[in-house]
């Protein structure tokens, strides 16, 4: 069976020699047997202790708990209850740091589609990164509530062609409208666009958000801050331009 010196035990497990020697002064973790020398020595079993002391230390138990934890006739199961919850806690952990590596990703992604770009341009990138998922709710709402109105759609055209039926059709139409209507003013009250060019995060009126040209993720549109007509991109509309009807990206996200 191994055998190991203070400084050994002390190298295996990241701590100094004094402080293997202190927590024999407190009892914690007394040697198996001392050399004929009056060094200390510990066994395989010694260095496992010292190792739970350790992870113990790190989850910020002082030294007089620990000391009572091991002193336990059967410590394994709380030792046990504690490991489970490092594990929890490192994978939450874990979790965070692959989001930000992400968000990080799509960030180095947004920028490479930029000629030129500038702190404005980061920050507006940033802010439609923290956007994209309540953004993407809003688009899954559209989608629900638009396939029932679709096999409506498809059912009534195919029955009107196959049967002769028309009635149904008409109803399609009559539902159509008022759906079109008011899911439109729904969704454009939801929904805000950068400026490009000054960075504003403005609403636009119904009318022109309901006719201008588009793409799934940007819409032609007139900036109300510096007149800049061009594409601008979507997001869910922010609590700041909600209420004031424009804002830069920053002030809008502080705002949040």
Same mark, same amino acid.
């Given at each position: 069976? +191994?055998?190991?010196?203070?400084?050994?035990?002390?190298?295996?497990? $990241?701590?100094? #020699?004094?402080?293997?020697?202190? !927590?024999?002064?407190?009892?914690? /973790?007394?040697?198996?047997?001392?050399? *004929?020398?009056?060094?200390?020595?510990?066994?395989?079993?010694?260095?496992?202790?010292?190792?739970?002391?350790?992870?113990?230390?790190? /989850?910020? /138990?002082?030294?007089?708990?620990?000391?009572?934890?091991?002193? *336990?006739?059967?410590?394994?199961?709380?030792?046990? /209850?504690?490991?489970?919850?490092?594990?929890?806690?490192?994978?939450?952990?874990?979790?965070?740091?692959?989001?930000?590596?992400?968000?990080?990703?799509?960030?180095?992604?947004?920028?490479?589609?930029?000629?030129?770009?500038?702190?404005?341009?980061? $920050?507006?990138?940033?802010?439609?990164? +923290? %956007?994209?998922?309540?953004?993407?709710?809003?688009?899954?709402?559209?989608?629900? =509530?638009?396939?029932?109105? @679709?096999?409506?759609?498809?059912?009534?055209?195919?029955?009107?062609?196959?049967?002769?039926?028309?009635?149904?059709?008409? #109803?399609? #139409? &009559?539902?159509?409208?008022?759906?079109?209507?008011?899911?439109?003013?729904? !969704?454009?009250?939801?929904?805000? !666009? &950068?400026?490009?060019?000054?960075? =504003?995060?403005?609403?636009?009126?119904?009318?022109?958000?309901?006719?201008?040209?588009? =793409?799934?993720?940007?819409?032609?549109? =007139?900036?109300?801050?510096?007149?800049?007509?061009?594409?601008?991109?979507?997001?869910?509309?922010?609590?700041?331009?909600?209420? %004031? @009807?424009?804002?830069?990206?920053?002030?809008?996200?502080?705002?949040?």
């Amino acid at each position: 069976m +191994s055998k190991y010196t203070t400084g050994e035990i002390a190298k295996l497990c $990241g701590v100094t #020699v004094r402080t293997v020697q202190y !927590y024999d002064t407190r009892g914690i /973790l007394v040697p198996s047997e001392l050399s *004929e020398g009056g060094r200390r020595l510990y066994s395989e079993e010694d260095l496992k202790r010292m190792q739970i002391i350790c992870f113990l230390r790190d /989850l910020g /138990l002082s030294i007089d708990s620990i000391g009572q934890l091991l002193s *336990e006739e059967h410590p394994a199961s709380v030792i046990s /209850l504690l490991l489970d919850q490092q594990e929890a806690v490192l994978k939450e952990e874990i979790g965070s740091r692959e989001e930000k590596l992400k968000k990080l990703s799509e960030l180095k992604s947004g920028l490479k589609n930029l000629d030129d770009y500038s702190v404005e341009s980061i $920050g507006d990138i940033a802010y439609i990164m +923290s %956007n994209k998922e309540k953004l993407k709710k809003l688009h899954l709402v559209m989608l629900a =509530t638009a396939i029932p109105l @679709g096999i409506l759609q498809w059912s009534s055209i195919i029955l009107w062609i196959t049967k002769g039926i028309r009635w149904l059709f008409a #109803v399609w #139409v &009559i539902v159509a409208i008022p759906y079109a209507v008011i899911l439109s003013r729904w !969704y454009f009250r939801s929904v805000a !666009y &950068i400026c490009p060019q000054c960075h =504003t995060v403005f609403k636009p009126t119904l009318r022109e958000a309901f006719w201008a040209s588009h =793409t799934p993720a940007a819409r032609k549109l =007139t900036c109300p801050s510096c007149g800049h007509k061009g594409f601008c991109v979507e997001v869910a509309a922010p609590e700041a331009a909600a209420e %004031n @009807g424009k804002g830069t990206a920053s002030e809008v996200k502080d705002h949040a």
